[in-house]
């Protein structure tokens, strides 16, 4: 949930959620700063920083976080819904697309996203079958 934390009229600058976030986190005493870079790098932000011109801000301020974490948070972030139930990382960027429209720019990085994302997914659910077949 915290990854959603730029969200807030109270802390959003930009209006780019990932970069708001990881912003106020950074100025919070004693903020994890692993945390905060995934947070800032969460579901292929960097895509969607290019679509808003905030590419070279997010890259600049946050260094992207070890790949395997990123990996194992854009699982959790693209498979389960706004609600919170599971659901699969096709549905889940199609519920975004409909939400967002085609057009828009979230639609836009969403799209370019999607084979990162679909590959970040498949990725963690190989190592988890691997874990799972190893007990």
Request: glycine share 6%; hydrophobic share 35%.
């Amino acid at each position: 949930m915290l990854h959603d934390v730029g969200y807030s009229p109270a802390i959003a600058t930009t209006g780019f959620h990932p970069l708001d976030g990881a912003r106020f986190l950074r100025d919070q005493d004693q903020a994890d700063e692993r945390v905060v870079r995934l947070v800032a790098h969460h579901s292929c932000a960097l895509l969607e920083a290019e679509e808003r011109g905030l590419r070279h801000e997010l890259e600049s301020e946050f260094q992207l976080e070890y790949p395997d974490l990123v990996d194992a948070l854009i699982y959790c972030d693209m498979t389960t819904t706004p609600d919170g139930t599971q659901t699969t990382s096709v549905e889940r960027l199609d519920e975004i697309l409909q939400r967002y429209g085609p057009d828009t720019i979230v639609g836009r990085f969403i799209q370019r996203a999607a084979p990162d994302i679909h590959a970040a997914v498949k990725r963690v659910e190989d190592r988890l079958a691997r874990v799972s077949t190893a007990s």
